[in-house]
């Protein structure tokens, strides 16, 4: 299977603690996407890189969220001393950059619970 | 700030019935791109398809359609002869343009389609 990744699939944590994601995007795909889905909503953008260079953070994402791209390849999210409205889904997507613009393909998603 | 609405909450058809999933948006760019992804219950995005916005030709493709209307800011997406493995919830999504390059979708709230048989 050559999709997007993800990495774990579900997630359950006590308040306070930190969690880490990972996301193994589409292999020849140099873009790659955060975006956060909370219950009856659509995907919010998170941040997203080109290649290894993080270039837009949404203010979604707080003091509390880092990602990382160290080779360009899979991406790390982590959520320092999580919150119970941290609780959604997180999904990560990867794209070719370019024109024509290229769609987006999404992984099957980290659902993280915060108790 | 770019915006998507999706005003159909949830929709229910029978089996074989045409359904018509509206999509309306904002954006003041002059070139963006327009997308419709599925959601199944098992969560996964799927791209279903593309539109730019210097593109205003409607096409067909099996039983997806739809009407891009740069007028109205409408991105409207049909499915005919609708079958069960349709239900799913459906999201329009918006996408800047920058340096021809896009990034971020924006996405409307999804509208939750039920084929019932």
């Known amino acids: 299977d050559t999709g997007v990744s993800q990495d774990p699939r579900h997630k359950i944590t006590k308040r306070g603690q930190n969690v880490t994601f990972r996301c193994d995007p589409i292999s020849e795909h140099n873009r790659l996407y955060w975006y956060r889905q909370t219950l009856g909503q659509g995907p919010e953008f998170l941040t997203y890189?080109?290649?290894?260079?993080?270039?837009?953070k949404s203010r979604l994402l707080s003091d509390r969220f880092s990602a990382e791209r160290p080779k360009g390849s899979f991406s790390t999210l982590e959520i320092q001393r999580t919150e119970q409205g941290d609780s959604a889904m997180y999904l990560c997507?990867?794209?070719?950059?370019?024109?024509?613009?290229?769609?987006?393909?999404f992984g099957p998603g980290t659902r993280l619970t915060v108790t | 700030a770019q915006k998507v609405t999706q005003a159909q909450t949830e929709i229910s058809v029978v089996e074989k019935e045409d359904v018509t999933l509206d999509c309306v948006y904002e954006t003041r760019d002059t070139t963006y791109y327009l997308f419709w992804y599925k959601q199944p219950p098992s969560g996964e995005l799927v791209f279903l398809i593309r539109r730019n916005s210097f593109d205003e030709q409607n096409e067909i493709s099996g039983r997806y359609s739809w009407n891009f209307q740069k007028s109205t800011s409408s991105f409207n997406f049909t499915i005919t002869a609708s079958q069960v493995v349709d239900s799913a919830v459906y999201f329009c999504a918006l996408s800047e343009a920058v340096g021809g390059s896009n990034y971020k979708l924006t996405f409307g709230k999804g509208t939750l389609l039920t084929v019932n048989p």
């Open positions: 997507a990867s794209s070719l950059a370019g024109a024509p613009i290229y769609e987006q393909y």
């Open positions: 890189f080109q290649n290894e260079a993080q270039l837009e």
